[in-house]
């Protein structure tokens, strides 16, 4: 438009065009910021692993990738006979012409207590579900988000699984009578995803990928996408691999896709395939402006991702370059990135002759068109260090590649001696990571890398990562601070210290601030407690050792040790009583905000009302450029005697506020002469502004004798008032609430000092109350509560002490409530704490063998085609016999069926009763019967020999027999009656039960 155009619009012409182009802006500016959203940056704030080697955290993953080793180990025993299917002859069918990978070791192992499962459904779970949830968990404990109270919103989880080879050894053969009730949601892989979802209350997208070996890092894909729309605040990604039987591995071998010692030499010119691995890798994701807002640690950022699929291949498996290099720039463009911002390239890396030399043309292709050779491109693959994992490929390579950009430096590929003759290194800008190199980026850059993982299936992903900004340094804090750690028993507990103690020993530049906030924000509050007072490093040893040493600890205010009750309710005592010397508090208003606004928003409120002489006198008035009042030393108590009540509300109700925002609220508030204006006002019953008027007016009064005058003027006051009904128990002179105390008639008199406390707290111990809080500087309120209840269950706290720095007292209290089962807002007591998340110990899992027996494990007295097995893991096989006696003789041990490993006494594995008279009902082949006058002759005490167990079923007896050498010994004896009519139901004695047996998942554990 013309500037003559312009001149001829009319006003009202004008004012339409203005209101359009303002439209046109914030059409634009929520098309930004829509489109912001959706490439915003995803933080990692949280890390877990498994893998070979024993690698179990990731400050051992990266030592680990820093020594340059690799998980390769002879096939462990527990899987199958290694000697059944092992061949070096590649052409053999149903070999295995390798012998070693990366395994885990024990895998069989879990701790279903921890999580809450029962061991017989344990042992039909996937240990593969099991590895991940032990994962999973420990993934959120390392990014403080392991309380559910870190995690706001919902939860997505995305859980990248392939195979599962458990349910081939829960019915092997075609063998199905092992299948119970907790086989579908134990072995199908929906419920990898879903059972974390379930037993962590998570309410977000939860699913499983399959994508073969590409499937963890697409789940990373689509977890990105539902955190950028909003579809979860908050995510868990991850893959799991473990190989249980022979079936996949001869597959490959049958393919020639492994090679034959086992290594993944890739991009090396021996490259004869991979090498098979196990382990499980899970991280935490948030958008990176809710991670900020949270305080997370981030480790690194995903900028972008992108997933495509080979298509019209030169074959079903074999991989397109032209689409991995599509792929990577589809990735560049979601981060918004160039090519040369990317540094380095964690390979897909099979160390394979066909699929090596098209990887590294196209990550040429993609990321080296104008790079210089003086800076070459790095790449590298964690497959030389692990094996290939499989689902769990893309996330071991993903967490070594964060782990890298963390700690700024880029860890050895392995196996590279000779680079693959069919690439053209001379004319390629790349070079392979041979040595630990540091990751070195110009001011003006910022450190990024792809990681890349491809699927059999065609489906490939590529996420690039880069660094996280830099956090913004803390004020460190010189003060004590409460530690506290919990677990789920007393052994846990003591392991978990232990633990804390040995790690401290290894890492002695760590902050006492970032332990306490990483422990008290980020971790369950189990009921085994332990909380700690401490100043620094040496003395929470110290504290833990003493622990550990099971001294004393009744008579220590630091360390204190118990265990949580459930529900406890807090009563809060309020008194006038004590004096308030002139440096008690004083740290509490310089260092605790809540405590100094509550008193200065008192103060204020009180300026108001109060005079002192010919002037007015604030308590927290100001003085030059200093506070007076509880911010200086020199508070003019002697002068202001008068105004003291006002200046002892004032304190009181700071300390309320404060013990509020740690989360300590009050169930029930007793109050004690003037501290009945503070009890009313904490229950409800007028406001803040309300309390200080009465309690102004009352300390005007005090200074002069009250005549009848004042009085009448007192009254005026308090009908000046607003009153409601407490919205809390509250206790006056000694009585529940009633009526009369919301009136001014109440109020507006002169209140004395009760002589009812004893009476008040008794009531309140009555109603169910165990925790009695005094809110003032002397105990007396809780002196006589002592007189009168002399029981040691109840807690007894002083808010303050006259012997003890007031923060420190406080956080001693803090502790007691803690340990007592308080449910404490850390997030509001590190207000004034600060302190940042740090990698610590995980909860300790305390695991046993959960584990189906393959049948290539089981002795096999008799075939399975014949009719004498009885199928059942107890009664064992049937002997044939011409006389009438039913005979079965069964092997057992004490891991053999898994669940008697379960059943002990005294901690040591006992044979159920239960099991034998299941035996005896399992012969009677599903007949109506009575067993009558069982007798336990023995017990049989389990051990991991095998012992020999035989049943013999006469018309109206039974025995079972313990083979001891050549020898027998009884165990049980019964009679059976089947001439007593029970509709189809059969008894033990003269308890009737349903028709069918006792299903052995069920028996007792």
């Excluded at 820093?66 to 002859?89: I, Q």
């Excluded at 005592?573 to 002139?582: A, H, V």
Aim: with cysteine; charged share 20%; net charge negative.
């Amino acid at each position: 438009m013309e500037p003559n155009d312009l001149k001829n619009l009319s006003d009202h012409e004008k004012s339409i065009q203005t209101r359009v182009f303002k439209a046109l802006n914030e059409a634009k500016e929520r098309l930004k910021a829509v489109e912001a959203k959706q490439s915003e940056p995803i933080a990692i704030v949280g890390l877990g692993c498994r893998f070979g080697n024993n690698i179990a955290t990731v400050d051992s993953f990266w030592s680990f990738l820093k020594a340059g080793e690799n998980t390769l180990r002879e096939l462990p025993n527990d899987r199958w006979n290694r000697d059944d299917f092992y061949d070096p002859d590649r052409s053999k069918p149903g070999k295995i012409y390798v012998s070693q990978g990366g395994f885990l070791d024990d895998v069989s192992k879990f701790d279903p207590h921890f999580f809450g499962i029962a061991p017989k459904e344990a042992l039909h779970i996937d240990p593969q579900q099991r590895l991940l949830l032990e994962v999973a968990y420990e993934a959120l404990e390392n990014a403080g988000m392991a309380t559910p109270t870190a995690r706001i919103g919902k939860t997505g989880i995305f859980i990248g699984i392939t195979n599962n080879d458990y349910a081939r050894l829960i019915a092997p053969e075609d063998d199905y009578s092992g299948i119970g009730a907790y086989h579908i949601s134990g072995n199908h892989t929906n419920a990898a995803a879903g059972r974390i979802s379930y037993l962590l209350n998570l309410n977000g997208p939860s699913l499983a990928v399959d994508t073969a070996c590409s499937s963890s890092l697409v789940a990373v894909h689509l977890a990105c996408r539902s955190l950028r729309s909003q579809e979860c605040r908050q995510a868990l990604v991850g893959g799991v691999n473990l190989i249980l039987t022979p079936e996949v591995p001869i597959a490959l071998c049958r393919n020639q896709m492994l090679a034959a010692d086992g290594k993944c030499k890739t991009f090396d010119e021996s490259a004869d395939g991979f090498g098979i691995g196990e382990g499980c890798g899970v991280i935490v994701l948030k958008r990176l402006s809710q991670a900020l807002e949270d305080g997370d640690r981030i480790w690194a950022l995903i900028k972008g991702t992108a997933v495509n699929n080979d298509g019209a291949s030169g074959g079903f498996t074999v991989p397109n370059g032209t689409i991995q290099t599509e792929l990577i720039r589809e990735a560049l463009t979601d981060a918004r990135l160039n090519p040369d911002a990317i540094d380095y390239v964690e390979a897909h890396g099979t160390g394979t002759s066909l699929g090596d030399p098209i990887e590294i043309k196209a990550i040429a292709d993609a990321l080296c068109v104008n790079r210089s050779k003086s800076q070459p491109l790095l790449v590298g693959s964690v497959k030389t260090n692990l094996g290939h994992l499989a689902a769990a490929a893309g996330i071991s390579g993903l967490i070594k590649t964060v782990l890298s950009i963390y700690y700024s430096e880029i860890p050895a590929h392995l196996n590279f001696n000779h680079p693959n003759p069919h690439i053209n290194w001379a004319s390629l800008p790349i070079n392979i990571v041979t040595k630990n190199c540091p990751w070195i980026v110009n001011n003006d850059k910022i450190k990024s890398a792809v990681v890349s993982s491809f699927g059999a299936s065609g489906t490939n992903a590529s996420v690039i990562l880069s660094e996280p900004p830099q956090d913004q340094p803390l004020i460190p804090k010189t003060s004590p601070i409460l530690v506290t750690l919990s677990a789920k028993d007393p052994e846990r507990l003591r392991i978990f210290a232990a633990e804390l103690v040995a790690d401290l020993d290894q890492k002695p530049d760590l902050n006492i601030n970032d332990i306490a906030f990483s422990l008290n924000t980020g971790r369950f509050p189990h009921k085994h407690r332990l909380s700690l007072l401490v100043s620094s490093l040496d003395s929470l040893q110290e504290g833990l050792e003493m622990f550990l040493s099971s001294n004393r600890l009744e008579n220590q205010k630091q360390v204190i040790y118990g265990e949580a009750k459930s529900n406890p309710k807090i009563a809060f005592l309020c008194s006038d009583q004590g004096e308030i010397s002139p440096r008690m508090g004083e740290d509490l208003f310089t260092n605790e905000p809540v405590f100094h606004d509550a008193f200065i928003k008192c103060d204020r409120l009180f300026q108001k009302h109060l005079k002192a002489g010919n002037g007015e006198w604030g308590i927290g008035k100001k003085a030059g450029n200093s506070e007076q009042g509880m911010g200086n030393r020199e508070i003019p108590l002697p002068i202001a005697h008068s105004l003291f009540p006002a200046f002892k509300f004032a304190f009181h109700y700071a300390l309320c506020e404060l013990w509020k925002s740690w989360g300590i609220c009050p169930a029930a508030v007793l109050g004690s002469g003037l501290g009945e204006y503070l009890a009313a006002q904490q229950t409800g019953v007028f406001s803040l502004e309300d309390a200080v008027k009465l309690v102004a007016s009352r300390a005007n009064f005090l200074s002069q004798k009250l005549d009848q005058k004042e009085l009448v003027a007192f009254q005026k006051i308090a009908e000046e008032i607003t009153y409601h009904q407490p919205q809390l128990t509250l206790i006056a002179n000694g009585e529940l609430a009633n009526k009369a105390l919301t009136t001014s008639a109440y109020w507006g008199q002169p209140i004395p000092e009760s002589k009812q406390v004893a009476k008040g707290i008794t009531t309140l111990h009555q109603m169910g109350y165990q925790i009695f809080l005094e809110i003032g500087t002397y105990p007396n309120l809780i002196n006589i509560g002592r007189q009168n209840l002399a029981e040691n269950s109840i807690l007894w706290l002083s808010s303050l002490v006259e012997d003890c720095h007031s923060n420190q007292q406080m956080q001693i209290v803090l502790g007691e409530l803690y340990i007592r089962g308080v449910n404490i807002d850390w997030k509001g007591f590190h207000h004034s704490h600060p302190g940042r998340k740090i990698s610590l110990p995980n909860s300790p899992f305390i695991r046993k063998r959960y584990w189906i027996t393959s049948v290539n494990n089981q002795p096999k007295a008799i075939s399975k085609g014949n009719d004498y097995s009885s199928g059942h893991p107890l009664l064992g096989d049937r002997f044939p016999s011409p006389l009438s006696d039913l005979q079965y003789r069964g092997s057992i041990s004490q891991r053999q069926p898994a669940f008697l490993q379960e059943h002990q006494v005294f901690n040591q594995s006992i044979f159920p009763g239960s099991a034998l008279i299941e035996m005896a009902l399992a012969a009677t082949q599903n007949q109506t019967v009575i067993l009558e006058n069982i007798q336990f002759k023995k017990a049989l005490i389990l051990t991991d020999k095998q012992d020999i167990l035989q049943l013999i079923v006469t018309d109206k007896s039974w025995q079972i027999y313990h083979q001891v050498d050549q020898n027998w010994e009884i165990l049980v004896t019964g009679e059976i009656d089947q001439s007593k009519s029970m509709n189809g139901e059969w008894a033990i004695g003269n308890r009737q039960y349903s028709p069918l047996p006792i299903p052995y998942s069920l028996l007792p554990a």
